[in-house]
């Protein structure tokens, strides 16, 4: 074996124009995989934590009917948190605040947009959401005040600055039509663009006064520290929420972003398809390498036969050289693809001024970064060199098909 190795070795350094350029095939290959798959991985974890921290909490406890029709916001399916679900949510380790949410139209001086207005409690809801400190303008909600927090792109949509009035018209619980005039009393910019553009926020006790919701809410959002998983506990107080509260339903954010989920799952399979397709590439720049290697040396490998070498042992010399060629292609890859790695989850690249507000599927308002999937890259190192040397197969066997007199006489 160590002959064989030697052998490849030779054959490697012997043709190094050819050898170098199927290297840089495959190192290309992979580090641009490396890349995209880390920049697809941090926007989907950036994405997850600005859905958690800004929009979905870790979860949400809603009236079944509610849930059911979630799209339209319906009022009539709101529920009252009694003390005992409270205590209940206590119990599994969960932090939690109630919120109302419903649909209205914003008017100012210069028209008027259909926005997602939330009634939050201002002394619990930062024990969920990060919402306080996206604040970049203003001040916070004081409780049952007729003021109002905008996102940063509505807010330019419509003009509208601190100190302003708006309108907000809309329908209560009862079916009633309701016109609220409110003071603008901070400005938004969070790291997630569905906040930015069509949200609202206003104190929960003045939601519960204007919507005729009688002490009803139409969720309670539900917390868990950063680096705690959630899921587990989720597990168990849907089981306790299902025995002892009928009426209500447990959903984790992965639920409540659905559409999120979905781009995500079809990006990383998208990210499977370049990966193929990259490999389907080197497989062809190795198979042209090693067949222009077997061909040039047809009646060395007749010689090699002649003096009683196995034809296993000359398939093995190929596919060693065509292992080394890999070994060397992915090394370059992993390393290259790293250092363009690091760049990405370091500085990242914002891309604002040119996605603007166009809806991508992340929850993402435009710095991009990447972060480390070290899977991919052992994946990726492996599948190189095993490619590599189920390229050199064909080329390989054409060679020990021909018979021993035929590759003496080769020219």
Do not use: H
Not at 293 to 320: P, Q, W
């Amino acid at each position: 074996m160590r002959f064989l190795v030697s052998l490849a070795w030779k054959n490697l350094s012997r043709y190094k124009r050819r050898t170098i350029i199927t290297v840089i095939v495959i190192a290309i290959g992979i580090s641009l995989y490396i890349l995209v798959d880390g920049f697809l991985l941090g926007a989907e974890k950036d994405s997850e934590r600005n859905l958690i921290w800004y929009e979905t909490g870790a979860a949400k406890i809603m009236d079944r009917d509610y849930w059911k029709n979630i799209d339209y916001l319906p009022l009539k399916d709101s529920f009252k948190p009694s003390p005992a679900l409270v205590n209940t949510i206590k119990d599994s380790g969960f932090s939690w605040t109630k919120r109302i949410a419903f649909t209205a139209e914003m008017f100012d001086e210069t028209g008027s947009l259909p926005v997602k207005v939330y009634g939050i409690d201002t002394k619990t809801d930062e024990n969920v959401f990060k919402l306080k400190e996206t604040l970049t303008k203003g001040k916070y909600l004081k409780p049952g005040e007729y003021g109002v927090l905008v996102g940063a792109w509505l807010a330019r949509d419509l003009n509208i600055k601190l100190g302003d009035i708006v309108t907000i018209r809309t329908r209560t619980r009862l079916g009633a039509y309701q016109v609220i005039d409110l003071e603008v009393k901070g400005i938004i910019n969070s790291p997630n663009p569905m906040i930015n553009k069509g949200t609202a926020f206003i104190p929960l006790s003045l939601a519960d006064r204007a919507m005729e919701m009688g002490g009803r809410v139409t969720e309670v959002a539900l917390g868990m520290p950063e680096w705690a998983s959630p899921d587990k506990k989720l597990v168990l107080l849907t089981g306790k929420i299902e025995k002892s509260f009928p009426g209500l339903v447990v959903e984790s954010w992965r639920e409540l972003a659905k559409d999120f989920v979905s781009v995500s799952e079809g990006k990383r399979g998208g990210t499977s398809v370049f990966l193929f397709l990259i490999f389907i590439i080197a497989m062809v720049g190795i198979s042209n390498t090693m067949l222009m290697a077997v061909y040039e040396r047809v009646r060395e490998i007749g010689m090699m036969r002649a003096m009683g070498m196995k034809d296993s042992s000359i398939r093995i010399a190929f596919l060693l050289e065509a292992g080394g060629i890999g070994f060397i292609g992915s090394s370059a890859g992993i390393a290259l693809g790293a250092l363009l790695t690091f760049f990405m989850v370091k500085y990242g690249l914002d891309y604002s001024s040119y996605l603007g507000e166009m809806d991508i599927g992340y929850r993402i308002s435009g710095v991009f970064r990447a972060a480390w999937d070290l899977k991919a890259m052992v994946y990726a190192f492996f599948f190189g060199v095993i490619v590599s040397m189920l390229a050199a197969l064909v080329p390989a066997g054409r060679a020990l098909k021909m018979e021993i007199t035929d590759c003496l006489k080769y020219q």
